[in-house]
């Protein structure tokens, strides 16, 4: 068992820092004290990596197929996913909806708040101070930094997850896209834009 | 029961529309409150429920009695001086009652 | 003044502020690791999300001195010893024996 867990992995070239080292020994000690398994871990490894990815793209396509569908997702994200077979775990989900006169965008200033079990990781960018900072209080001179920029008649709605609430956004479905399968839907649906950081493009 | 995004909160102060005042103080602590809406008044755009205290549960206790949750807006020109975006834009945070005050 | 060093929002004047590197750089093995890790703990209720927040706030102005995965590392260090869970003592012990397994 200790040895699966100290093995380097060929991604991760060089020494591992102290850190990781660190993390490791934890993880250790917990296992060795009966408080979780490298079988959890591993699940929760697997979840993140496999599963929690997709979900909120097919969740938005569904949404932009099916009317009553939308309209449930927008009045309680979580019941929704439920009712539609997906168990958001912890996650207390609120859609938020693109118009043509308003454009969302979502930030955890605190800490890195992230619908987690509908979009797996939040990136890198998300998590950094700099985003943190700087999107609730000009917003428009983020959305530029990422190629993205609305007119001054869109009203930019920031979201800042500081509590108990996570956010999802539903972009505006482009021209171009009629009589697009869910699937081909899902594809422009990246990560970015139902964050709100971009548009999705047809 | 279906899982839901909120949760009940019956005995609450205000309600959706109300204009409220985020509340000017700065205790030590574990606090989700951030710093720029303090003082800053707004409207409640939603009740999200009543929940146990994270400044409670930051340090091992849990956080009963519940407080409620609401999700509160404020137009960016009120929260930041000289705010260079749209009149229209605003922002959204999740407020818990006991850093609210009826504006 | 705020104490809380991840309270930010904001704080676009400072020295600290710049651009954001809009490129995701993902995440390496063993922060995907330490990831699931704090994930099977708060789901398994031996800390709460709540209590790693705290202990990453209390990091102060080592808050800023951190990436990220060592942010996280270090409150769930700081929290476990807290609580009891293992002694500063063990986890050295145990650090230095997954360090000897690497350089084998």
Redesign the interface.
């Known amino acids: 068992m200790t040895q699966e867990h100290a093995h380097p992995h060929p991604e991760d070239e060089g020494p591992p820092s102290e850190h990781e080292i660190m993390s490791r020994a934890m993880q250790e000690l917990l296992e060795e004290k009966g408080l979780i398994t490298g079988e959890q871990v591993r699940r929760r490894m697997e979840l993140f990596e496999q599963e929690f990815p997709q979900r909120g793209s097919r969740v938005v396509a569904h949404a932009w197929t099916d009317p009553a569908f939308r309209k449930r997702l927008l009045e309680d994200g979580k019941a929704a996913c439920a009712e539609w077979g997906l168990d958001l775990e912890a996650d207390r989900l609120i859609a938020v909806e693109n118009t043509p006169q308003v454009h969302n965008v979502v930030v955890c200033t605190l800490c890195s708040c992230y619908p987690r079990a509908l979009l797996g990781m939040p990136p890198t960018w998300y998590k950094s101070e700099n985003y943190r900072r700087r999107v609730v209080r000009e917003p428009r001179a983020v959305l530029k930094e990422f190629g993205t920029v609305l007119p001054e008649s869109v009203a930019i709605r920031v979201h800042d997850s500081n509590a108990d609430m996570r956010y999802v956004v539903v972009p505006l479905r482009p021209a171009g896209t009629e009589g697009w399968t869910e699937e081909q839907l899902a594809s422009i649906l990246t990560r970015d834009t139902l964050v709100g950081v971009a548009l999705p493009r047809a | 029961m279906?899982?839901?995004?909120?949760a009940p909160a019956p005995q609450r102060r205000f309600n959706v529309g109300e204009r409220v005042r985020v509340k000017q103080a700065?205790p030590?602590?574990?606090?989700?409150?951030?710093?720029?809406v303090r003082g800053k008044e707004g409207a409640i755009e939603r009740v999200?429920g009543a929940?146990p205290n994270?400044e409670e549960?930051?340090?091992?206790f849990d956080g009963e009695p519940k407080r409620v949750?609401y999700?509160v807006r404020f137009h960016?020109h009120h929260?930041?001086p000289g705010?260079?975006?749209?009149p229209?834009?605003?922002?959204?945070?999740?407020?818990?009652e006991h850093w609210l005050e009826a504006a | 003044m705020n104490r809380n060093p991840a309270d930010i929002g904001g704080e676009t004047m400072g020295e600290m502020s710049g651009p954001i590197d809009t490129v995701d750089h993902g995440m390496k093995f063993w922060e995907k690791q330490a990831n699931a890790l704090r994930n099977t703990l708060t789901g398994s209720r031996v800390v709460r999300l709540d209590e790693l927040r705290r202990a990453a706030e209390e990091l102060g102005s080592r808050y800023y001195a951190l990436a990220y995965f060592e942010r996280t590392t270090e409150a769930l260090r700081n929290l476990l010893l807290e609580k009891g869970v293992f002694t500063q003592d063990a986890l050295e012990r145990k650090m230095d024996e997954v360090r000897r397994r690497y350089d084998a």
Do not use: M, N
């Open positions: 279906t899982p839901s995004a909120y700065d030590p602590g574990h606090r989700r409150t951030p710093a720029y999200c929940f994270p549960l930051a340090y091992g949750l999700r960016q929260v930041w705010y260079e975006g749209a229209h834009d605003v922002i959204e945070l999740e407020i818990y």
